[in-house]
């Protein structure tokens, strides 16, 4: 018993409560308000990978130091201020979006509602997938050139901004109707984001990846580069030979069936993608290149 009283006196007696006020309760909530949604922010650009590389960055400095690795701390020392200048000069367009929304007037309804799209299983429904299947192929037949960037968890805002509004349902007819020749929307990519048409005639970013065939042209290598920078999925209609490729993840996949474009669009409408299915498509793909060669 005198054990227990001895512990409480030495070591519990001493704690107490902080006198806590109204200011304080107000300094946490903003906050806790400002870190939750910078986190949401970063999570939907391509800050997310940056700061998953800062984490490893971060664990082989910890490393560095409780193994007295002077070299290597001397490296991050010195390479400390001109990473902070190059980490600004490259997410410049992403700090801007962020600015930018932050100052809009509808900035907590647009939040409001950006989580309730969040919250749902799906990206997109079987009726979004079916519609541009079917307005992929339509164009395929008659040889329309098409770009359709299909979005993942990373927002293309700084893309979006390059081409014009649209935020419409997906439907066939409307894309379609989009990459017709001589409209004035045909020219550039269409973006889509969770069952929406959100613009069209984006300019996306070329990829330098010189093993990529000469006789590809623009849309190609705009598909291709557009992959390089976020998880998206990109549709390509070639207006030459009418053939359907797929970029994801830095790789282009030529001449894929409606079969292996559903199977892909239906993965990438589900927040968590089956690693199974997608090695299995990756094989099968592959295994359909081989043949085409």
């Excluded at 018993?1 to 001895?6: F, L, R, Y």
């Excluded at 700061?51 to 400390?80: C, D, E, P, Q």
């Excluded at 519609?131 to 329309?144: E, G, Q, S």
């Excluded at 994801?248 to 669009?265: F, H, P, S």
Aim: charged share 25%; hydrophobic share 45%.
């Amino acid at each position: 018993m005198d054990t227990i009283v001895n512990f409480f006196r030495n070591y519990v007696v001493w704690l107490t409560i902080p006198e806590v006020t109204v200011i304080d309760i107000l300094e946490i909530v903003i906050i806790a308000y400002a870190f939750y949604h910078i986190i949401l922010w970063i999570k939907d650009t391509r800050a997310w990978a940056l700061l998953k590389g800062m984490i490893i960055l971060g664990l082989i400095f910890l490393a560095a130091v409780v193994l007295k690795m002077n070299v290597v701390l001397w490296v991050f020392r010195n390479a400390m201020v001109v990473g902070i200048m190059a980490l600004i000069v490259i997410f410049q367009p992403e700090l801007r979006g962020a600015l930018e929304q932050l100052g809009r007037k509808n900035f907590l309804m647009n939040l409001a509602s950006f989580e309730n799209q969040r919250s749902k299983n799906e990206r997109y429904t079987e009726k979004s997938v079916q519609a541009m299947i079917k307005a992929v192929y339509d164009m395929a037949k008659v040889k329309t050139g098409a770009l359709i960037v299909v979005e993942k968890d990373i927002q293309c805002r700084e893309y979006e901004r390059t081409g014009i509004p649209i935020d419409s349902e997906i439907s066939s007819q409307l894309l379609v109707n989009i990459f017709e020749h001589n409209t004035p929307l045909h020219d550039g990519a269409v973006l889509v984001r969770d069952n929406r048409i959100v613009a069209a005639t984006c300019y996306l970013p070329l990829s330098n990846n010189l093993e990529v065939s000469k006789e590809l042209g623009t849309r190609h290598r705009a598909g291709l580069g557009i992959s390089e920078v976020s998880d998206s999925l990109t549709i390509i209609v070639s207006e030459e030979t009418g053939f359907v490729s797929l970029a994801c993840e830095g790789k282009l996949y030529r001449k894929i069936d409606a079969d292996t474009l559903q199977l892909r669009l239906r993965e990438a409408s589900r927040r968590v993608a089956e690693e199974k299915k997608i090695k299995w498509w990756k094989g099968r793909v592959d295994s359909e290149e081989k043949n085409n060669k």
